[in-house]
């Protein structure tokens, strides 16, 4: 159980299907454009890092790259990890026949790995490095109430991190997902709808690895949203939630991205015709 993906900020691209199709999470979804070069990225100042930085030569990169992973350990998680996490929602597309809702988003993830620190200066200037998430340990946030079991959140899970030599870590997996979402737009079609997502780690309580929304952002990103799927958006919002048990001290986080949705009208009578 400890191999579920983590999620960053999410772009996502709805896959065109029609509502009559069964959801199949397996379908590809070509994505044009790159979450790192996203500009909102520069906002981050979570850890102060600077973002413009140089990566080296070949010869740099690859010292570094030895240095980095001779002795690590990607199945050991750093102490007191804290997790910020975003969502920038590319596309969705309502299932009305199931009562679900599919989603392509990018999910952005920033996490601090102390044993991935290095001096710059010792490295050609080279502050940072761009290399396959398969080398390191990552999160194991995944959405809590998806609607297939089995792939709980399905993402591109070779994309490369990047590592600042401050030990911090930007991971953007494009991904897909299924929730359930009880639709009552039919009776109403043209009412509102609040369909949630809800992100937590698998195994890790809140003092292992803590969860907050990125930058402290409580809505989902919809810059790059594609508005095709037949409904809009009408608003979104996000929390953190701590979840206390009564056996223990530790605090379980997760965070519920709720975004409520509205038919556009015109495309309805379209299809009726
Ligand atoms: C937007 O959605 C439409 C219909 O689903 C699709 O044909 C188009 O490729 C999508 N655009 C992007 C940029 O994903
Ligand atoms: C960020 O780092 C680059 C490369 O080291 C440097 O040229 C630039 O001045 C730095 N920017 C800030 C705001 O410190
Ligand atoms: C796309 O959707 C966003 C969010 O609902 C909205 O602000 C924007 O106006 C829409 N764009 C178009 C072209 O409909
Ligand atoms: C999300 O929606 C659920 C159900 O409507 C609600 O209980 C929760 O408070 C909402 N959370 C946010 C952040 O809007």
Not at 139 to 149: H, K
Request: glycine letters at 6%.
């Amino acid at each position: 159980m400890n191999k579920i993906f983590i999620l960053c900020t999410v772009i996502v691209v709805a896959a065109y299907a029609s509502p009559d199709s069964s959801p199949d999470l397996t379908d590809s979804v070509g994505t044009t454009t790159s979450a790192q070069l996203d500009p909102t990225i520069t906002e981050n100042t979570v850890l102060n890092t600077n973002y413009s930085q140089g990566q080296g030569t070949i010869e740099d990169r690859t010292k570094l790259a030895a240095k980095l992973f001779k002795d690590y350990d990607k199945k050991i998680n750093p102490d007191d990890v804290k997790v910020q996490f975003g969502i920038t929602l590319v596309d969705f597309h309502v299932l009305e026949e199931t009562n679900a809702i599919e989603s392509h988003a990018w999910l952005r993830c920033v996490w601090k790995d102390p044993r991935l620190q290095w001096n710059a200066e010792e490295f050609g200037g080279a502050g940072l490095l761009r290399i396959d998430s398969d080398m390191l340990w990552k999160p194991d946030v995944t959405l809590y109430n998806s609607a297939d079991p089995v792939n709980m959140i399905n993402c591109w899970r070779q994309s490369n991190v990047l590592i600042y030599a401050n030990g911090e870590i930007l991971w953007v997996p494009s991904c897909k997902m299924l929730t359930r979402c009880h639709l009552t737009l039919k009776k109403e079609p043209y009412g509102e709808q609040v369909c949630g997502l809800k992100f937590g780690s698998w195994t890790f309580d809140g003092f292992a690895l803590d969860l907050d929304l990125y930058n402290g952002k409580k809505t989902m990103d919809l810059t790059d949203l594609n508005n095709s799927s037949g409904f809009e958006i009408v608003s979104t919002t996000a929390e953190k939630t701590n979840k206390m048990y009564p056996c223990c001290k530790e605090p379980y986080p997760s965070l519920t991205f709720n975004m409520t949705i509205k038919r556009i009208p015109g495309e309805e009578l379209i299809k009726k015709w």
